[in-house]
C-alpha cells in the first residue's frame, strides 16, 4: 500500500474508525464525524505528503462527480466514507481523458484554458496527484501545468493541524530550460510580489538543477506582538544563534550573523529557521540516528526548529495569516498567468 492513516489518537485502531463510520445514519453525521479530525493519511511514496479533512472532503466530491470510487486512490478507509456516502457499494465506470478534463474544466470553468492547455494539465496531474493539493493551491497548480514545458512536482500551503501551521508556504516545479527562461520568471516575479511588506512576508524564488521553487515565509506585525505580549522576533533571533552558535561553532562552519544587517525581520526570522534545521539535521545525520530513535530525536529538537511557530501559533492559525497566504497563493496564479503570456508570445517571435 502506498498509504498509511495515522490517527489523532495513537490508541485508535481502523476498527473503531470503521465502527464510527457505520454508525453514522445520514451525511450530516458523516460530516460531524470528519469535523472531528480524527484521522489522516499519510502517502508513503513520492510526492509526499498528507491528505487531511481538506483532500478527503474534495476526494468524496470527485468520486461523486464521477459516480465511482474508482478514481479515488488505493485507501479503503477513503473508499468506505464513500460506500457509506452514498449508500451502495461501488459502480464500476471507465474514466477517461475526456472525462477528466470535464471535471476539471466544470470545477474551474473561469480558468478559460483551451482544450490544448487541459490536455496538457491532465497529462501531468492525474486525479490522485490532484486531491493530493491543498485546495488553496489548486488554481495556481493547474495553471502552472498548463505550461509546455513546466511540470508542478509538490506544494504546500499550510494547515490549523499541520506542524507549521499556516507561516509558510511553498510551489515547487521542474521546467525545460530549453522552453522557459528562469531569468525571465526572475524578473516577472518581482513586480507580482512587489508590494508585499517584506518586513513581516518574505519570499524566495529558488533555482536548482532546472527545478524552480516559490517560497513564502511570513512572521506575524509587530503590533500584534507587542498586543499580545509575546516576545519580538528579534530577541527569538539572537536567543536562537547565539544557542547554535555555541553549540556548532568551529573555526569556518558557521556563517556570521548580524542582526542588524539584516534588512528586515522576516529576513532575519528565516536566517535562523534554516540554521535550526540544517544544523539539527547534520547532529541527527552524524550521530546515525535510526528509524526508531528518529521519532524520539524529533520529538526534542523540532519544537527548537519550530520556534516561531510556536511562539507565534495563535497568529499563524488566525484569519489574518490565513488570507495573507490565500494571497501569496493568488500572486503564484498571476505570475503563472503572466508566464503563459509570455511563453505564447514567446512562440510567435520565434516563428
Known amino acids: 500500500m502506498n498509504y498509511k492513516t495515522v490517527f489523532t489518537n495513537p490508541s485508535f485502531s481502523n476498527e473503531q474508525m470503521n465502527t ?5 445514519s445520514d451525511l450530516t453525521e458523516l460530516q460531524t464525524l470528519l469535523d472531528r479530525n480524527l484521522f ?27 459516480g465511482t ?28 481523458g475526456a472525462d477528466i478534463i470535464r471535471y476539471f474544466s466544470d470545477t474551474f470553468n473561469d480558468l ?24 488553496i493551491a489548486e488554481r495556481a497548480v493547474i495553471i502552472w501545468n498548463s505550461i509546455p514545458g513546466i511540470k508542478t512536482t509538490n506544494s504546500c500551503t ?19 530550460p530549453g522552453k522557459i527562461s528562469f531569468p525571465h520568471i526572475s524578473d516577472l516575479s518581482q513586480s507580482t510580489y512587489a508590494d508585499f511588506n517584506l518586513n513581516i512576508f518574505k519570499i ?58 539584516c534588512t528586515s525581520d522576516a529576513q532575519a526570522a528565516d536566517y535562523i529557521h534554516k540554521k535550526m534545521y540544517k544544523y539539527f539535521n547534520r547532529l541527527n545525520t552524524n550521530f546515525k540516528i535510526d528509524e526508531n530513535e528518529d521519532e524520539f530525536f524529533w520529538g526534542v529538537f523540532r519544537k527548537r526548529c519550530l520556534i516561531f511557530e510556536k511562539t507565534y501559533k495563535d497568529f499563524y492559525i488566525s484569519h489574518e495569516a490565513i488570507e495573507n497566504i490565500k494571497h501569496f497563493w493568488k500572486r503564484c496564479e498571476e505570475l503563472g498567468k503572466s508566464m503563459k503570456i509570455w511563453y505564447r508570445n514567446s512562440i510567435k517571435n520565434h516563428d
Open 40 to 66: 489522516s493519511i499519510e502517502r508513503l511514496v513520492p510526492p509526499f505528503g498528507t491528505l487531511r479533512i481538506e483532500h478527503i472532503q474534495k476526494a468524496l466530491k470527485i468520486a461523486d462527480y464521477f
Open 204 to 261: 524566495d524564488i529558488e533555482n536548482f538543477d532546472n527545478t524552480l521553487g516559490i517560497l513564502f515565509f511570513q512572521i506575524p506585525p509587530s503590533e500584534w506582538i507587542a498586543a499580545n505580549n509575546k516576545e519580538p522576533v528579534k530577541s527569538i533571533c539572537e536567543r536562537c544563534y547565539e544557542q547554535l552558535k555555541t553549540t556548532f561553532k568551529t573555526d569556518n562552519n558557521f556563517d556570521d550573523f548580524d542582526l542588524e544587517k
Open 20 to 24: 464510527c463510520i457505520d454508525q453514522c
Open 112 to 135: 478559460d484554458l483551451s482544450n490544448e492547455e487541459w490536455q496538457r494539465v491532465i497529462g501531468k496531474l492525474s486525479i490522485e496527484e490532484f486531491i493530493s493539493i491543498d485546495t
Open 158 to 176: 499550510g494547515h490549523r493541524d499541520a506542524l507549521r501551521y499556516f507561516s509558510f508556504s511553498n510551489l515547487f516545479m521542474k521546467y525545460d
Open 69 to 96: 470510487s474508482d478514481v479515488l486512490p488505493d485507501i479503503l478507509l477513503l473508499k468506505r466514507l464513500y460506500y457509506k456516502s452514498h449508500q451502495r457499494g461501488n459502480n464500476k465506470r471507465e474514466v477517461e
